[in-house]
T-cell receptor, first 114, second 113 residues
Framework: GAVVSQHPSWVICKSGTSVKIECRSL??????MFWYRQFPKQSLMLMAT?????????EQGVEKDKFLINHASLTLSTLTVTSAHPEDSSFYIC??????????FGPGTRLTVL | AQKITQTQPGMFVQEKEAVTLDCTYD???????LFWYKQPSSGEMIFLIY??????QNATEGRYSLNFQKARKSANLVISASQLGDSAMYFC??????????FGAGTRLTVKP
């Protein structure tokens, strides 16, 4: 199957700082990327949908000013957690899709905010 | 509204036996896909099996098979000949058309030696 990478795989930061997570589709052009968040012992919850070249669509309850998503190219989407707080500590997973491929998931990024 | 329901928070199975993980879904879209993923402690989402809404036959992938009952809106995962390495969280998911993928709450499977 197709390969989706995420960087970094884990990050620890101080409260109040911003963290950027990259999601790349390595061998296909992803017209759409999805960002999910998973708290411990819970399921994956969709945060936002990003289409290349347009603004992301956020799910209800997700602050768009706090979770900035940029999908500047067909192979790269970034999620920036601005002014991170301990409650933002979670596992963030991206997935990539085009009309020719099913969804493929990245390996996830574990964020810990101290 | 919850669209994917997994009613088994945890399941136990003896090694080498078969186990069925339940999943029901709700949609009015005639075109949808049903997926099962395995998530070990590393967190990686491992794709196991896919069933399209128009597929006539149940999907099979090695030891995994999907018992698709469209009228009942169920898509149960059957794992045959369980192995210790099958112990993990299992998520059922649905994708309507080319929209996003929604997940059930998950089932934690433990394989006993």
């Amino acid at each position: 199957g197709a390969v989706v990478s995420q960087h970094p795989s884990w990050v620890i930061c101080k409260s109040g700082t911003s963290v950027k997570i990259e999601c790349r589709s390595l061998d296909f052009q992803a017209t759409t990327m999805f960002w999910y968040r998973q708290f411990p012992k819970q399921s994956l919850m969709l945060m936002a949908t990003s289409n290349e070249g347009s603004k992301a669509t956020y799910e209800q309850g997700v602050e768009k000013d706090k979770f900035l998503i940029n999908h500047a190219s067909l192979t790269l989407s970034t999620l920036t957690v601005t002014s991170a707080h301990p409650e933002d500590s979670s596992f963030y997973i991206c997935s990539a899709s085009s009309r020719d491929y099913p969804l493929f998931f990245g390996p996830g990024t574990r964020l810990t905010v101290l | 509204a919850q669209k994917i329901t997994q009613t088994q928070p945890g399941m136990f199975v003896q090694e080498k036996e078969a186990v069925t993980l339940d999943c029901t879904y709700d949609t009015s879209d005639p075109s949808y896909g049903l997926f099962w993923y395995k998530q070990p402690s590393s967190g990686e989402m491992i794709f196991l099996i896919y069933q399209g809404s128009y597929d006539q036959q149940n999907a099979t992938e090695g030891r995994y098979s999907l018992n698709f009952q469209k009228a009942r809106k169920s898509a149960n995962l059957v794992i045959s000949a369980s192995q210790l390495g099958d112990s993990a969280m299992y998520f059922c998911a649905m994708r309507e058309g080319f929209n996003d993928m929604r997940f059930g709450a998950g089932t934690r499977l433990t394989v006993k030696p």
